[in-house]
């Protein structure tokens, strides 16, 4: 099974930044689209970014603000997520589609890390 590793959370002020980091296994970044998603407390999980080869889709609540990106020499996704607001937190999940094609939606989405909290203070 792929596997999954999230880290780079933390606390940050309303207006800040933070970068999100995945490590994968099994090269999955060279075979799979990627994606975050995440849960606010009493809240379902949301998607919010993911990539393909040839594409990246966003969350209309993180377009401008949230960028993904990958490193697939260090099978690496990373979430970079700027202009911050107390809305945004949550714990934030890495996923694996486990095929080629990307998605916004859950249901496509195979393996899934263990999230990483992230905090926006007001």
């Known amino acids: 099974q792929v596997q999954l590793v999230e880290t780079g959370g933390g606390l940050v002020q309303s207006g800040g930044s933070l970068t999100l980091s995945c490590l994968a296994s099994?090269?999955?970044?060279?075979?799979?689209?990627m994606g975050w998603f995440r849960q606010a407390p009493g809240k379902e999980r949301e998607f919010v970014a993911g990539?393909?080869?040839?594409?990246?889709y966003y969350a209309d609540s993180a377009k401008g603000r949230f960028t993904i990106s990958t490193n697939n020499v260090k099978n690496t996704v990373y979430l970079q997520m700027n202009s911050l607001k107390p809305e945004d937190t949550a714990v934030y999940y890495c996923?694996?589609?486990?095929?080629?094609?990307?998605?916004?939606?859950?249901?496509?989405?195979?393996?899934w890390g263990q999230g990483t909290q992230v905090t926006v203070s007001s």
């Open positions: 990539i393909s080869w040839s594409a990246t």
């Open positions: 099994e090269r999955a970044l060279r075979s799979y689209a």
């Open positions: 996923a694996a589609t486990g095929a080629q094609t990307g998605s916004k939606q859950e249901y496509d989405y195979s393996y």
